[in-house]
């Protein structure tokens, strides 16, 4: 099984996903919004400066 999967980003998107704003990890000047109209169903989010994305991994939500 692949454990490598990095604990933060999962944590990243639940804050991001009750609605908090995270500061981007990438250039660190924006955050991450989401083009979803509910916030807590987003799996994806997107910085808003620089365009770096997190998303959950498919492999944590389906096997
Ligand atoms: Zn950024």
């Known amino acids: 099984m692949d454990t490598k ?3 933060s ?3 990243i998107i639940n804050r991001l996903q009750k ?3 995270i500061a981007c990890m990438d ?3 924006g955050y991450y919004t989401t083009p979803a109209s ?3 169903l987003s799996r994806e989010f997107r910085c808003n400066k620089c365009k770096s994305v997190v998303m959950v991994s498919p492999n944590i ?3």
């Open 27 to 29: 250039c660190g000047e």
């Open 38 to 40: 509910d916030v807590s």
């Open 9 to 11: 980003i999962i944590g």
């Open 61 to 63: 939500i389906v096997e």
């Open 19 to 21: 609605g908090e704003k």
């Open 5 to 7: 999967k990095p604990k």
